[in-house]
């Protein structure tokens, strides 16, 4: 089966640690998201990726980080410079890059920083 | 950049009503707009989209109406079921080919509740 998967599904952490996040997709989609999703709001992007070794900051990229080493993963790092690191983080890939196509979403982690 | 304004935030339809959840966007170069249901601990699939050459898509159940002159699109869900109970997302994008401009801006999303 083809998709995406992000593990694992829920991560707990204490505060001041850095935590990756996974994402690898089988798919052979050439751009990969990473958003955040708190409570009662939509999805924000930190950061896109649309080739290997290539990625760009989204709308909150501030306290992450990113790697595309590889065209099937896109991990993410929340470090300890993330003030609100409590969210739900979803992985999403799309067929090609510069053209509208759809955007598959991985399972998702939630992530609880105490 | 652009914005996306969804309303209701919540809406409650019986069973077998229709439901009708609305989008607005800012950047009139946005010609892509996907709707996306999410369900409890999942990550949001898309149901429906409309590129800006269409006024509506229909599918089954589900149709997408856009008004670009306003500005505007919505979601419409007939004969609604109980499995239609979800949260909703549109989404607008600019989709060119210019690097970056595919990135999808996501409403609010709006928790629909169906009654039996």
């Known amino acids: 089966d083809g998709g995406i998967t992000q593990s694992p599904k829920y991560l707990f952490r204490k505060e001041g640690q850095n935590v990756t996040l996974s994402c690898e997709q089988n798919l052979n989609h050439d751009a990969m998201y990473w958003y955040r999703q708190d409570p009662g709001q939509g999805l924000r992007l930190i950061y896109y990726s649309q080739i290997v070794n290539d990625f760009q900051k989204g709308d909150i990229a501030e306290g992450y980080s990113v790697s595309r080493e590889k065209k099937e993963s896109f991990p993410l790092t929340v470090t300890s410079a993330q003030k609100n690191p409590t969210a739900f983080y979803l992985c999403a890939s799309s067929r090609e890059t510069g053209t509208p196509y759809e955007q598959y979403f991985g399972p998702g982690t939630r992530l609880t920083v105490t | 950049g652009e914005n996306v304004e969804q309303h209701p935030s919540t809406l409650s339809v019986q069973e077998g009503d229709s439901a009708v959840i609305k989008c607005t966007y800012s950047d009139s170069a946005s010609n892509y707009f996907p709707w996306y249901k999410q369900e409890l601990g999942k990550g949001p699939q898309l149901i429906i989209d409309?590129?800006?050459?269409?006024g509506e898509k229909k599918d089954q159940r589900i149709a997408v109406t856009l008004n670009k002159t306003a500005k505007h699109f919505s979601l419409h869900i007939t004969e609604t079921q109980p499995e239609d109970s979800a949260v909703y997302f549109c989404a607008a994008s600019m989709g060119s080919s210019s690097f970056g401009n595919e990135k999808l801006t996501f409403g609010t999303g709006t928790r629909l509740t169906i009654i039996p």
């Open positions: 409309i590129r800006s050459n269409v």
